[in-house]
């Protein structure tokens, strides 16, 4: 028994470091299916927000001046606004910091998300989206 020890012991290390590679694998593709929905929403709302905007500004010659004439408007509701799930936030910001929430440029009537990707886990397609896309303002995604 003790000659096959060293064996045995080579195997159970083998056995775990296998284990912990594939479970780390299997986390990571569950991080990027998780993102991918959220990501999939955010655009969803971003785009229901932009056809709104397009809306008043044909029907005012003007876009909102921030985001409570917005709520004014009847854009959302307070007890209800816009919230995405990536960085769990329904702020609105005039510059994007990337803390979360959405970016609103009154000017340009531009909505962009404000949330920080650079670190979270992405499918092929997703990543292409947010380089070719204009989710988020330009430069803010590399």
């Known amino acids: 028994m003790m000659k096959n020890l060293p064996k045995l012991l080579i195997s159970l290390l083998a ?4 284990g912990f590679g594939g ?10 299916l998780r993102t991918a929905v959220f ?19 044909a029907d005012q010659g003007r876009y909102p001046k921030d985001a409570a004439e917005m709520v004014a408007q009847g854009f959302w509701t307070v007890k209800d606004p816009p919230y995405e799930h990536l960085r769990g936030s329904a702020a609105w910001v005039t510059a994007f910091d990337g803390q979360g929430g959405f970016v609103y440029l009154s000017a340009s009537g531009k909505i962009y998300l404000n949330t920080d990707l650079k670190r979270e886990k992405f499918l092929r397609s997703d990543k292409l989206k947010l380089i070719n896309g204009n989710l988020l303002p330009p430069g803010t995604f590399f």
Do not use: D, N
Request: no cysteine; hydrophobic share 45%.
């Open 15 to 18: 056995g775990f470091v296998l």
């Open 23 to 32: 479970f780390s694998v299997v986390q990571i593709g569950q991080r990027k």
């Open 39 to 57: 990501l999939a929403e955010a655009e969803g709302q971003v785009r229901g927000l932009r056809a709104k905007l397009a809306t008043y500004y």
